[in-house]
């Protein structure tokens, strides 16, 4: 467990390092981050590599504060701290990727719809504007071979 400071109050939280966009997960009403439902998704956040945030409002959990002196606009406060803080941990994690060298003989890959398009013309790939771009970059990998 870590924590961060809000007004005089230390919030805990778990964060698992993944890949992906963070799932955040936002307790509800007198509840906290070692509820049921909040532990599941950690778990199927490590499984499946992805990154993870829980945390416990002020007064809940682990987090510092008397309950009785909380309100929806304090939590909604607390919440707005921890995507601060995860995003202060984003910037260290991209940060740390950048000073790793590349991977060998790794392609890069097209990054925009044009370039994915191009290159699945160049393949012979028949597609529609309804196909999303992971679609489209997977029917560009399966011919690739």
Not at 38 to 46: E, F, G, Q
Not at 98 to 107: I, L, Y
Request: negative net charge.
């Amino acid at each position: 467990m870590q924590t961060i400071e809000r007004n005089g109050n230390p919030l805990a939280y778990q964060l698992v390092s993944g890949t992906g966009p963070t799932i955040v997960f936002l307790p509800g009403y007198a509840s906290d981050m070692s509820g049921s439902k909040a532990v599941a998704i950690d778990a199927w956040a490590r499984e499946a590599g992805r990154s993870s945030l829980r945390f416990d409002y002020a007064g809940c959990g682990e987090s510092g504060g008397a309950f009785e002196d909380q309100t929806l606009a304090s939590w909604r406060d607390d919440a707005l701290a921890g995507g601060w803080h995860l995003d202060q941990y984003a910037a260290k994690a991209a940060h740390e990727a950048a000073q790793q060298p590349p991977a060998p003989d790794v392609e890069d890959e097209p990054v925009t719809r044009e370039a994915l398009a191009a290159k699945a013309a160049a393949l012979g790939i028949k597609f529609d504007g309804r196909w999303g771009d992971r679609r489209l970059a997977e029917a560009i990998a399966a011919a690739q071979g």
